[in-house]
């Protein structure tokens, strides 16, 4: 594999798909005014939080959100509305039942529809990416069928997030400039989440403020992977930093450590995969990843004598222990997957219905109980935690197909464009988004920027 990616011409410049044919996207520095606004919105509202006012907290972010988001529909400036939309999202999605809970896919949606309407180019875009109309038109239908099944609008209503985001993402990577400038948002509220709730749980970017429990593992460190890797990869297009090599270097170990003092082992794998990527396909940025992982190994021993140490210590022997079952390992999820295959047998072809994912867990796992043959108890889940185990119960057969057609396609495209011209970039975003959907239902803003990166991959010149 090596070889085959090493055979390209690294003589011939760049060509990054962030840079459409024809679209003057030339610039070397971050739009200011839309990262001051990112701070102006993040900084206030982590301050309050880290003060223990968790409710002032969220009514400062999302008025502040809001205030600037109108402020750029009524200016017409849909990019600047989708650049702010995600470099917030750390904080929009800590924050989120402030407002209500489903409020990024709102926000996500107006913007998204606003940009669609008043841009023909970005519009035609959209239209001529086969893979990404195929994508939004399944999961609209896959909402409306929950929908009409359950009776609930919020039976997989957040597989509308995935695909807002996604959308959003490709869309917004036309406009380098913007782009950039989100990505690195999306670091300053990593920093500043970590720095609020340090104080108040045992891993980073969780804890329990007041009597609201906040912060998810994984939707705090799988955006440091993406940091890290749009750090090292493809010179540091991502972040505008090509001509910066240090600067590459400081954003790569500051992601990396605050990765490593995380409580996500499926962000832990995704960072760890996307890292052999890079050395294999990406042979321009072995220095720097050299660099950035020699430091890494020489700050762990000072990270894991804070405070968040322990926890890092216990997951890891949690993981390692030879005195723990598959099932107490991975947190319960061994047992979904062990449950698995009696439920496809019963229903292989068209699934049980979209949105019925929680209850068909919750009938098969209480019949294992009583037979006795669950290892251990179910942890506390109720619902399926991969992806691929909830398409294939919800829709059987026909639904892995409908996945497959989406993701290999674009695995095997962005991995001829490693190939041909050197950039990593898509490969990091389509693979990172297969591995999440292996451990977490993966129907999240966070997923979708991963899968919006996979997406430049598939056509260059759209």
């Avoid at 990404?132 to 509308?160: D, E, M, P, Q």
Wanted: glycine share 10%.
């Amino acid at each position: 594999m090596k070889e085959w990616f090493s055979r390209r011409d690294d003589s011939s410049p760049l060509r990054s798909p962030h840079i459409a044919a024809g679209v003057p996207n030339a610039t070397t520095h971050l739009n200011w005014t839309v990262l001051g606004q990112i701070a102006l919105t993040v900084l206030p509202a982590m301050l309050l939080l880290s003060r223990g006012h968790p409710v002032a907290a969220g009514s400062v972010f999302f008025g502040t959100l809001l205030l600037l988001l109108a402020y750029h529909l009524s200016m017409r400036k849909p990019v600047e509305f989708a650049s702010l939309t995600i470099g917030t999202l750390p904080a929009l999605l800590l924050l989120r039942e402030s407002l209500f809970y489903h409020s990024p896919i709102a926000i996500m949606g107006i913007g998204l529809s606003f940009w669609l309407i008043i841009s023909p180019v970005d519009r035609l875009r959209f239209r001529n990416h086969g893979q990404l109309r195929w994508f939004a038109l399944l999961a609209c239908l896959y909402w409306l069928f929950s929908f009409g099944l359950t009776g609930n609008y919020w039976a997989n209503l957040r597989v509308l997030e995935l695909s807002f985001s996604a959308i959003t993402v490709y869309l917004l990577a036309r406009h380098r400039q913007s782009m950039a400038t989100a990505c690195v948002g999306i670091a300053l509220g990593l920093i500043s989440t970590a720095a609020a709730l340090w104080q108040y749980g045992q891993c980073l970017g969780t804890g329990v403020v007041g009597t609201f429990q906040l912060g998810h593992p994984p939707t705090f460190a799988l955006p440091l992977a993406l940091i890290l890797f749009l750090a090292i990869a493809d010179r540091g297009q991502g972040l505008l930093l090509e001509f910066l090599p240090w600067s590459r270097v400081v954003f790569g170990v500051t992601a990396g450590g605050l990765l490593l003092l995380s409580d996500s082992r499926t962000a832990w794998l995704v960072a760890l995969v996307g890292l052999i990527v890079i050395t294999i396909a990406a042979s321009k940025d072995r220095i720097t990843l050299m660099v950035v992982v020699v430091l890494l190994v020489l700050v762990t021993p000072i990270l894991m004598r804070s405070s968040k140490g322990d926890c890092i210590t216990r997951r890891v022997e949690q993981t390692s222990s030879t005195q723990r079952s598959l099932n107490e390992k991975t947190t319960g999820r061994f047992n979904q997957w062990a449950i698995f295959p009696r439920v496809f047998h019963d229903s292989p072809v068209w699934g049980f219905g979209p949105g019925s994912g929680k209850s068909v867990y919750a009938r098969y796992a209480d019949a294992a109980e009583r037979e006795g043959w669950l290892l251990g108890n179910r942890k506390g889940i109720s619902t399926w935690h991969s992806l691929y185990l909830h398409v294939a119960v919800e829709a059987g057969a026909i639904g892995i197909l409908a996945l497959a057609c989406l993701l290999i396609p674009t695995l095997l495209r962005s991995l001829t464009q490693a190939h041909s011209s050197g950039e990593v970039t898509p490969l990091l975003g389509i693979l990172s988004f297969m591995i999440i959907g292996v451990f977490v239902s993966g129907m999240d803003a966070n997923s979708g920027v991963f899968l919006g990166l996979g997406f430049l991959g598939s056509r260059r010149n759209s």
